[in-house]
């Protein structure tokens, strides 16, 4: 680093601190709302893409688990399981809801997506027990681990919708979609607790083929004996889901970002900038005496960068610290630190310092080494 | 056309040479300030040789500090011609005239015009290390041996503001003997000093300057620069008043 440039950075040690702070906030900022994106994105899409399926079954128009928008007739199941290569069909009945504990003030709701299995055919059921019995009895539900501890409810009490109640009997593990989260009862309990008329509807079948089966080409076959009804494989409708709950989020997401972009290319910037115009009558100095504008450019972006690569340093080391910590503050707050991530946000920062380097730059070139004469 | 063809900023002066270091040739120069146009300096021609203090003075607004800008290859005359050691440097472009004052001219200026965040050391090692090839140790011998000659190696590591103005001017000197170069420019360098320790200041100018062949330049107000200038130039509305009383040479 150039002498001048490292001592004007560094003998302002409140303007660095200034100019570090707000890199650091900016990549703060950028790192963990890039985290949190990813952390919402794997979290929304592990349940569909955990179930053992290889292919979901929805009505035409229905591309994603989280809207359920899906309406099938129950005896579909049969036609499928008659097919070559298919093992077994799981039927689901999904709906969003909001539910409240009974006992609890009936305003006091949450959100529950509440999935109805056939537990003889297990799939689409719990992924994982933490606690309590599997599968639930008439009337009984399963909730995630997260609806336990963010909304207290626990094995033996009681969820309400109406005048309907289901009684809790098992925790599992794997079904939180952040904003909502998985409770699983039978097909019968879902249609009773739903008043789900004709009974024999159904959201989703999910169908396991046999091992060694193509998926391509057994959807192929399946498509031709219900050509209403889309085939889609498991990972693509875990990403259909993260698509339509992420799709929501991402303009925001963006526009936060630009935001936090610009506020650290806005402190560096200045700050760069008023310690060039402080330092003009210096940098006249360099000039009269024969420095080249390239040396005084040097200096002024040497400084831009240095103070671009402390700021990443402390903001991304703010997001690698923080983030497992505000995730176990804040149930919602799930975070993902990838990588590829804090290297995005490296070339960020990169572009912030050349940026703010750019106008000061230029006012460089007006600098008339004849002014340092005067007085 | 005193340039040869093969004359570079950066190249030494030959040994023992003597000739003009600086020589001005019917140097005008005209500023536009809208309709009107003011000149500064009219046909000025003089020169200065190595080993020589040649005093510019005159009243405010008489064109010195054009003249001295202009002799410093930091202004283009609008006409006549500048050479320096021989090199013409009238129609040189701005990397080439920032060049020359690299390698071939020193400033001392009223204002010290140090880098306030650089010690005293670092003040003269930088220019040190941009003009030469010297690795940072070496610029740091040198620099340091400068300071010794100006006795100030008790403040090698202290910064401007911690300094006295006449240590400061003192550093300043130094720093335009840092570079080698064969000519000198000095712009009121007594103006923020007081009489002792402006006295101070140009005695050790004119004794460097002679001890190391250098040609001085000094402008000034201050009447009491003539006793340590070889020659005195008197300049009055952009011209060399010659025959005034204090006119000496040109």
């Known amino acids: 680093m150039l002498l001048v440039a490292r001592k004007n950075l560094f003998s302002e040690r409140t303007r660095l601190a200034i100019s570090i702070g707000g890199v650091a906030l900016s990549v703060f900022l950028i790192g963990i709302l890039l985290s949190l994106f990813r952390g919402w994105s794997q979290q929304v899409g592990s349940f569909v893409e955990e179930v053992p399926a290889d292919l979901w079954v929805a009505s035409d128009g229905t591309t994603d688990f989280a809207a359920a928008g899906s309406i099938l007739p129950e005896g579909l199941s049969l036609q499928f399981e008659f097919m070559p290569d298919v093992e077994t069909v799981g039927p689901l009945i999904v709906r969003p809801l909001e539910v409240s504990k009974t006992g609890a003030d009936p305003d006091d709701t949450f959100d529950l997506q509440l999935v109805g299995y056939d537990p003889r055919k297990g799939l689409g059921g719990p992924l994982e027990m933490v606690d309590g019995k599997s599968p639930p009895g008439p009337d009984e539900i399963i909730v995630d681990e997260e609806m336990q501890s963010r909304y207290d409810v626990n094995i033996g009490d009681r969820i309400q919708r109406g005048t309907k109640n289901l009684t809790v009997v098992g925790i599992s593990r794997g079904g939180d979609f952040i904003y909502t989260q998985v409770g699983f009862t039978t097909i019968d309990t879902a249609v009773d607790f739903l008043d789900i008329d004709p009974v024999g509807q159904r959201t989703f079948f999910v169908i396991k083929l ?123 707050f799930v975070v993902y630190v990838r990588w590829q991530d804090i290297l995005a946000v490296a070339g960020a920062t990169l572009l912030m310092a050349l940026l703010a380097a750019y106008i000061p730059m230029r006012r460089l070139t007006s600098i008339d080494p004849v002014s340092v004469f005067k007085g | 056309m005193i340039q040869s063809p093969s004359s570079r900023a950066d190249e030494p002066a030959p040994p023992g040479d003597t000739s003009a270091v600086l020589r001005l040739d019917n140097v005008s120069k005209h500023y536009r300030t809208g309709e009107f146009t003011v000149t500064a300096l009219s046909r000025v021609t003089f020169q200065v040789n190595g080993g020589e203090i040649v005093a510019v003075m005159g009243p405010s607004g008489s064109g010195k500090t054009t003249l001295l800008t202009i002799a410093g290859a930091l202004l283009r005359p609008s006409e006549g011609s500048v050479h320096i050691r021989g090199i013409d440097i009238t129609n040189m472009n701005e990397t080439e005239l920032a060049s020359i004052r690299r390698h071939r001219v020193g400033f001392v200026y009223q204002s010290f015009n140090l880098l306030e965040a650089l010690t005293a050391w670092e003040n003269v090692r930088l220019v040190i290390q941009h003009h030469s090839k010297d690795s940072e140790h070496e610029a740091s011998i040198r620099a340091r041996e400068l300071l010794d000659m100006f006795g100030l190696s008790h403040r090698l590591n202290s910064l401007p503001k911690k300094m006295s103005d006449g240590e400061k001017q003192r550093v300043a000197i130094a720093r335009a003997l840092a570079k080698d170069a064969d000519l000198m420019l000095a712009d009121e360098p007594t103006a923020n000093l007081d009489a002792r320790r402006g006295a101070e200041v140009m005695a050790l100018l004119r004794e460097k300057a002679v001890e190391l062949n250098k040609a001085v330049v000094v402008v000034s107000h201050d009447n009491r620069i003539r006793q340590f200038a070889h020659r005195v130039v008197w300049l009055e509305d952009g011209t060399i008043r010659e025959g005034d009383p204090h006119s000496v040479g040109a």
């Open chain 1, 210 to 332: 046999i091992e060694g089966a193509d998926v391509e080409n057994a959807a192929k076959r399946l498509r031709l004996t219900a050509p209403q009804v889309q085939f889609v494989e498991g990972d693509d409708f875990a990403q259909e889901t993260r698509d339509r709950i992420m799709g929501q989020i991402l303009p925001i997401l963006i526009v936060v970002l630009a935001v936090a972009f610009i506020v650290g290319l806005a402190v560096a910037g200045l700050t760069i900038y008023t310690a060039t115009i402080e330092k003009s009558r210096e940098y006249g100095i360099l000039k009269a005496e024969g420095f080249t504008n390239y040396y005084l450019y040097r200096v002024v972006f040497e400084q831009s960068l240095v103070t671009g690569i402390l700021g990443f340093v402390v903001g991304a080391g703010m997001t690698i610290m923080m983030g497992p910590f505000a995730q176990d503050q804040v149930p919602q």
